[in-house]
């Protein structure tokens, strides 16, 4: 069993062993500042023996029907563990724990039914005896393994996010190098001790610890990856994307959300679930609501209730039950989150709430008389800060929520059928969720942003399409 102690070093994970290296990296518990433990640290010559055992693992058998039954046995070990993850979670991530345990329980979803797609690829009938010339022919199309992918993940959602890809990339027939964000490289290694246990034959998850810039260095330049899936900031993944050349690459990148509160809305339950779903994890989830646009009619009313539900938040040790928000990721983000703050209050902003930090934590913070070219509302602030803005007409606050590099997810709080048909049509999201803030995701469902939030989708079925090739066989009778 895996328990994170203090000053314990944990190997990388090649070829079913643990392997510890002479250079290691501390892994800070988030609260304290402490450090909780140590990680080994990957070298060239790790990655590239990650990789062969990975293109090898892909030679011996590993049909659908026991890629199943060793994600379905995973998701039900991790249920086991949940307590022993959620406490991992709460020290790596600051992630509030029961927050965290909510974290596990959406994993073994997430493989749960990535096992359940393993036994559903499939591809189809192709007519060719249409064409001229093709009467005798008769062809059909198999979804074949891309082969060795490797799976860059950040540090926010460390378990769920890794499922969504190892979950998918396994069922599809495919072996996996994970690259887990330095700060949160504990629970993966965690998942690898799992999967072996569930059965993954060995080579198939590859998890390589240590920095981000010289692994993903690494794997770029090693032309045995067949493809990048990158979840992480905008900056690293149109580096991916520019070194990649012709491979295939699945970026799931940020977004400054946009959540519209329309004058019908129920103001009570459009208030409470901004506040929740705004300052989860700190604001530190991509879907976070950080821009609400809130129709004049009811915009005082909504702020009122929005401070009074935000203010009921107990902030302080994430592995105490009463937690709501715990720290953010680290001291330089909340300091950099401050100074955001800060710049937007010179520009004229009110602070409703909140606006001051101790140490890591940045205190649940309310906005308002902002413009959206402040950074709070046009940069991705990642971090508890919700901006609240008032609007008058639909087209308006329509063309504000486009107003964005991003496009990830967008939230809208109406029953004016209209308004919600319009906006189906016109705000330019990977996803609208109507009569809920942006922050709502279950790991069926396909999500994926357009616009700098990436591009292709998660969702095991929808990953599965990109971690697969179609190709199509052709019978000349
Ligand atoms: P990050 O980009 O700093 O790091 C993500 C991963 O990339 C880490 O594993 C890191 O080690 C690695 N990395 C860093 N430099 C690299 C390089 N040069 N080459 C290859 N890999 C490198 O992101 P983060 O701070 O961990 O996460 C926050 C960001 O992730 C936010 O922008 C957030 O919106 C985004 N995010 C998006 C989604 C989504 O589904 N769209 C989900 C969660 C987080």
Known sequence: MTVLTLEKQYGLYINGKQEQTAETMEVLNKYTQEVAAHISVAQKRHVDEAIKGAKAALKKPFAPYARYEVLMKAAQLLMERCEEFAKVLAIEVGKPIRESRGEIERAAQTLQISAEEAKRIHGEGVPVEAAPGSENRMAFTVRVPVGVIAAITPFNVPVNLVCHKIGPALAAGNSVILKPAEVTSICALMLADILEEAGLPSGRLQVLTGSGAEIGGFLLENKDVNMFTFTGSPK??????????????????????????????????????????????????????????????????????????????????????????????????????????????????????????????????????????????????????????????????????????????????????????????????????????????????????????????????????????????????
């Open 236 to 477: 690293v993944g149109e580096l991916i994307r520019s070194k990649a050349g012709l491979r295939k690459v699945a970026l799931e990148l940020g977004n400054n959300s946009a959540t519209i509160v329309h004058k019908d809305a129920n103001i009570a339950q459009a208030a409470s679930l901004v506040a929740q779903k705004g300052f989860n994890n700190a604001g530190q989830v991509c879907i976070s609501v950080q821009r609400v646009y809130v129709h004049e009619d009811i915009y005082e009313a909504f702020v009122a209730v929005l401070k009074e539900k935000t203010e009921t938040f107990v902030i302080g040790d994430p592995l105490d039950e009463k937690t709501d928000i715990g720290p953010m990721i680290r001291l330089r983000e909340a300091e950099r989150v401050e100074a955001w703050v800060n710049e937007a209050v010179e520009q004229g902003a009110n602070v409703e709430l909140g606006g001051k930090r101790n140490g890591a934590i940045y205190y649940p913070t309310i906005l308002t008389n902002v413009n959206d070219d402040m950074k709070v509302c046009r940069q991705e602030v990642f971090g508890p800060v919700v901006s609240v803005a008032l609007y008058k007409e639909i087209d308006e606050v329509i063309a504000k929520v486009n107003d964005s590099d991003y496009g990830l997810q967008a939230g809208l709080f109406t029953n004016d059928l209209q308004f919600a048909m319009k906006a189906a049509r016109e705000i330019e999201v990977g996803g609208l969720i109507v009569n809920d803030a942006s922050a709502y995701r279950v790991d069926h469902m396909p999500y994926g942003g357009v616009k700098n939030s990436g591009n292709g989708k998660e969702g095991p079925k929808y990953a599965i399409e990109e971690m697969t090739e179609e190709r199509i066989i052709v019978f000349n009778l």
